[in-house]
């Protein structure tokens, strides 16, 4: 994995004043350079390189698929090592997918399916094992106990 | 467009075309706002109320920036999983959910016998000796309540996208 990469004081003030609420308004990115001190071009380039660097995965509204009437889960696959590359094109390739990550333990590639309708997520998974002949185990949330913390930049 | 059907809580089809304009990104110019409305044909006062009308009813999060993890220095991305007695769990994974180092705690099915857990407990920091203390003062919490726990360190991020939508034109 790569290292950290070298972020100053003005890109980590970016990054945590932009976790939190981005003002709806006619020019929103003035308003908040306004609060950091700095032009909007500014802003902009910068977050335009912490997006370009991957600092950042993305920047915008995140939306909650459930509420759309979707549906969420996380599943697992336990891949063998030799077939990592090939299984991992093959997740990743369903747009349902929009999180994957390889983890260290025989269940070893965790992913989260978000679908625009009910009933989709089997599908997804149903499709996935005839596509790999691996077993997806469906972890969906039962519960969601209190999400508390922000990561300081 | 084949439906106008009501998404449940009511996204329409102009939701759904500003959703799906902007699940990319917000775009990086001065009026973000009126750039979406030119794309997809509305008015920027149409999509700021029908953004601000998403955050309330909670189809949208928040608007804001995703940090990536790793590049922050928070490496050791751990996701703890437990196997807590069903009467209980409920009980400890509200105490856990509420530690200031776990990120996201929730209650999953098991899948035996190849997996016993049924609580996942999201915790981040700089080092694994951090992640692994704070996993053992989490032990000590739950006491005879767990039998066992394991870490599951990330190691790659394979995907990571926000949610996809098809394209409206599909539907």
């Known amino acids: 994995m790569s290292k950290p990469a070298e972020y100053d004081t003005l890109d980590r003030q970016i990054i945590n004043t932009l976790q939190g609420g981005f003002p709806i308004v006619d020019k929103p990115y003035a308003q908040v350079a306004s609060w950091l001190n700095i032009s909007s071009e500014e802003l902009i380039e910068r977050l335009d390189n912490l997006l370009e660097s991957g600092a950042l995965t993305r920047f915008g509204p995140l939306f909650n698929s459930q509420r759309m009437g979707g549906e969420v889960t996380l599943a697992a696959l336990c891949v063998p090592s030799e077939r990592y590359d090939e299984v991992t094109e093959i997740v990743n390739s369903y747009y349902q997918v929009a999180h994957n990550y390889q983890r260290e333990h025989a269940f070893n590639m965790w992913f989260v399916i978000t679908t625009e309708t009910p009933g989709e997520i089997k599908k997804v998974i149903r499709a996935i094992e005839n596509e790999t002949g691996l077993k997806v185990y469906d972890c969906p949330k039962e519960k969601e106990y209190f999400i508390g913390l922000r990561l300081q930049a | ?171």
């Open chain 2, 1 to 171: 467009m084949k439906t106008t059907k009501k998404n449940n809580e009511g996204i329409d089809e102009i939701d759904r075309r500003i959703i799906f304009a902007t699940q990319k990104g917000l775009p990086l110019v001065e009026r973000p706002f009126d750039a979406i409305g030119k794309q997809i044909g509305i008015s920027a006062n149409e999509i700021k109320y029908r953004l601000e009308v998403m955050l309330e009813n909670g189809i949208i999060r928040r608007i804001g920036a995703v940090p990536n993890h790793y590049h922050l220095g928070y490496v050791a991305n751990g996701m703890s999983v437990w196997d807590i007695d069903d009467e209980t769990v409920d009980e400890f994974g509200e105490i856990i959910g509420t530690l200031d180092y776990v990120s996201h705690c929730y209650k999953r099915p098991r899948h035996f016998p190849a997996w016993p857990y049924n609580l996942f407990a999201m915790i981040h920091a700089k080092t694994r000796a951090e992640v692994e203390e704070k996993a053992s003062a989490i032990a000590t919490i739950l006491g005879d309540v767990c039998s066992t726990y394991e870490i599951l360190y990330s190691t790659r991020i394979l995907k990571k996208t926000g949610l996809r939508l098809c394209s409206p034109q599909k539907k």
